[in-house]
């Protein structure tokens, strides 16, 4: 007998600081998913929201200079259907909170572009890569999951 696909109502991304990665999905998560679900983000450390982030989210049409960062310690994660994690240390924190959780735990590694150095130019192509990397992942690996939850 198979086992029918669980419902996705929510989907929390996660990150070092919320202020690049987690925030980026988020948005994107946002647009490609649509609003019916709940989808926030959250880092282990809680920093203001980097303006290239926001930038090349304003690029696709996404606005998000007002939503405001979150810490993990003020987010329950039993909460959620999926969290994915972005960074090696989330995953780490993640894994550890998540053992008598049963939210669906997925890792995507995604280089942070605020390592890059360069021009303007050089370092918004950098995140830019990171969104669509994660639009790409949404679109692979989430998307399917939200879809095969939904009634017919």
């Given at each position: ?15 070092t600081m919320n ?23 959250a880092g282990l ?75 303007r130019e050089t ?30």
């Amino acid at each position: 007998m198979t086992e029918a696909p669980h419902r996705v109502e929510s989907i929390l991304f996660v990150c070092t600081m919320n202020s690049v990665r987690s925030p980026i999905a988020e948005g994107v998560a946002k647009s490609v998913l649509g609003h019916r679900l709940f989808i926030d983000s959250a880092g282990l450390k809680k920093t203001a929201r980097d303006p290239f982030a926001l930038a090349v989210l304003g690029e696709i049409g996404i606005e998000f200079a007002d939503d405001e960062a979150h810490c993990l310690d003020d987010v329950d994660v039993e909460g959620f259907d999926v969290i994915v994690t972005l960074s090696r240390e989330a995953r780490e924190v993640v894994e550890a909170r998540l053992r008598a959780v049963s939210a669906r735990h997925l890792h995507w590694p995604v280089d942070d572009p605020t390592l890059t150095v360069g021009s303007r130019e050089t370092r918004l192509s950098a995140y830019r890569t990171v969104r669509e990397k994660i639009r790409t992942h949404i679109r692979s690996e989430l998307l399917p999951m939200v879809k095969a939850g939904r009634p017919n």
